[in-house]
Antibody, heavy 123, light 106 residues
Framework: QVQLQESGPGLVKPSQTLSLTCTVSGDSISSGSYYWSWIRQPAGKGLEWIGLISTSGSTNYNPSLKSRVTISRDTSKNQISLKLSSVTAADTAMYYC???????????????WGQGTLVTVSS | DIQMTQSPSSLSASVGDRVTITCRASQSISSFLNWYQQKPGKAPKLLIYAASTLQGGVPSRFSGSGSGTDFTLTISSLQPEDFATYYCQQSYSTPMYTFGQGTKLE
């Protein structure tokens, strides 16, 4: 059974870089046909896709965040990481990692998700 | 970007009711539409993918339909554990994925 667990500082100062880690168990982030994504959700609001990394290490980002986002991986630890630079209060949110699966002629979906980690941007 | 609009934003219903939630895409997305359920304090859970395929373990009272721009999620007989917020998500414009704003079922 695949499990994802996010971790990282819960408080980040404005203008600094947010850094989170997602530890994956029950699956390998460097093999298979899945992708590993970050998605965030401000309190009381909807979901925003941030970006993803493939099993080969290629990345795609939401254009609205692309200039500030870096997603990387550590295959030895089976972890993916998110870095978001120059944060502001608008980046305060619950951050989730999720596995993305592609189905032939079926599109893509996110399953499962980690439990999420809350990041607050405040001085 | 493809915009996803859900209606209603909130819905009041009772146990046993048949409930329908609508999701409309700003352009045709074929059947590349997924539905998620999110309970307070929890991560979203995949219910339906490809517009109408039930994810394993999801009760059969949930169903999805639609193609093109208009989609529906139906709960045939509402159960107490179904009170949650529901989100649609398109995967047509890969790799840019967008979600609806959510429908809170209360």
């Amino acid at each position: 059974q695949v499990q994802l667990q996010e971790s990282g500082p819960g408080l980040v100062k404005p203008s600094q870089t947010l850094s989170l880690t997602c530890t994956v168990s029950g699956d390998s982030i460097s093999s298979g046909s899945y992708y590993w994504s970050w998605i965030r959700q401000p309190a009381g609001k909807g979901l925003e896709w941030i970006g993803l990394i493939s099993t080969s290490g290629s990345t795609n980002y939401n254009p609205s965040l692309k200039s500030r986002v870096t997603i990387s991986r550590d295959t030895s630890k089976n972890q993916i990481s998110l870095k978001l630079s120059s944060v502001t209060a608008a980046d305060t949110a619950m951050y989730y990692c999720a596995r993305k699966r592609d189905g032939y002629r079926l599109g893509s979906w996110f399953d499962p998700w980690g439990q999420g980690t809350l990041v607050t941007v405040s001085s | 970007d493809i915009q996803m609009t859900q209606s209603p934003s909130s819905l009041s219903a009772s146990v046993g009711d048949r409930v329908t939630i609508t999701c409309r895409a700003s352009q045709s997305i074929s059947s590349f539409l997924n539905w998620y359920q999110q309970k307070p304090g929890k991560a979203p859970k995949l219910l339906i993918y490809a517009a109408s395929t039930l994810q394993g373990g999801v009760p059969s009272r949930f169903s999805g339909s639609g193609s093109g721009t208009d989609f529906t999620l139906t709960i045939s007989s509402l159960q107490p554990e179904d009170f949650a917020t529901y989100y649609c998500q398109q995967s047509y414009s890969t790799p840019m994925y967008t979600f609806g704003q959510g429908t809170k079922l209360e």
